[in-house]
């Protein structure tokens, strides 16, 4: 696969997001089936593995660190910190916390569950805004020095707040959701990480399904998936931007490849510096999503592209409102 650079980090140019193998989606794969997607990973040439400390509140890094430590030299591991799971009298809840002490801590506990020494991106997963950018940042510089960390990364934040970030310590790296159908990064934030060297990394790169063209019924999706809770993915929402799949489809025959290795194709020909992180419990979908790193597009391709799937036509916000006051992006008005 071709390579991109995060900071100091050569990475092959698709990632992988590990998120759905422990949260987030349908319920997570057998232990089994998820070691195995991992391995398929490493076998199909990706070495950018993204976890995080909230992902099944510490499951997940859990789950790479047992699979990944013995392949440790072949791969960039990258995870977050700042937003993890917390112990309260009703169970474990999900906290934002960046002050120097939880990064701290957070830190400490992914390094103990990815069974490694150091972290090579370690990303802050929410501006805690309660907490000065640069204190947060602060506490990161000094997991850098204390070589527990190799490079730095912020994820959902602006372009103000990035360069804030950066004159505190170099960020390596944004990662925010970015996909034909959100295209928020594009007021600011891909041309402030191009200025200063920061690589984006685009996650929920597939739309959480909808530009594989395989979701077609969200009423079919787990009661406890939280697209449920995403406006976007309302019955009649998801239903009226439905109907912008069929000319995007017929284009990725046109192309040659699958529907989801389009919207892939379109994130890596929009910028050098950008690396998606496609998620996946199967094997088969990651070597597809693996393949689109060999699909080009003529820039008449492309230019279809944004006129087929855009923030002119895609309907409804991408969170609901609470989870939208939890970040600090620019956003097109829904
Ligand atoms: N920083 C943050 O706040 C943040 C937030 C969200 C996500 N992320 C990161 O970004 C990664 C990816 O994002 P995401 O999982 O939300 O969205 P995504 O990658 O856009 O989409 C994942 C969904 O698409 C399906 N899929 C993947 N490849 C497919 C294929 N080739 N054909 C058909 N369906 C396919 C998956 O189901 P199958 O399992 O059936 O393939 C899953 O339902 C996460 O794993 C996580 O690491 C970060």
Redesign the pocket.
Known sequence: MQTRQIGPLAVAAIGL????LSH??AAPPPAADAEALLLAALDAGVTLF??AALYGFGANESLVGRVLAPHRSRIVLAS?GGMAGVESADGVKRVIDGSPAAIRRNCEDSLRRLRTDHIDLYYL?RWHKAVPIEDSVGAMAELVRAGKVRALGL??VSAATLRRAHAVHPIAAV?S?Y?LWTRNPEIAVLDACREIGAAFVA???????FL?G?LRDVGTLDAKDLRRQMARFDPDTYARNLKLLPPYEALAAEVGC?P?QLALAWLLARGGHIVP??????ID?LR??CGAAAVTLTPAQRARLDALVGRHNVIGPRYNAATQAEVDTEEFPA
């Open positions: 997001g590990c998120m759905n987030a989606y993204d976890t977050k997963h994820s959902e990662q959701e996909s996650f929920s790169p597939l739309a959480r399904a594989t395989t699958t989801g992180i496609p998620g996946t419990t199967r979908h597809e999503n």
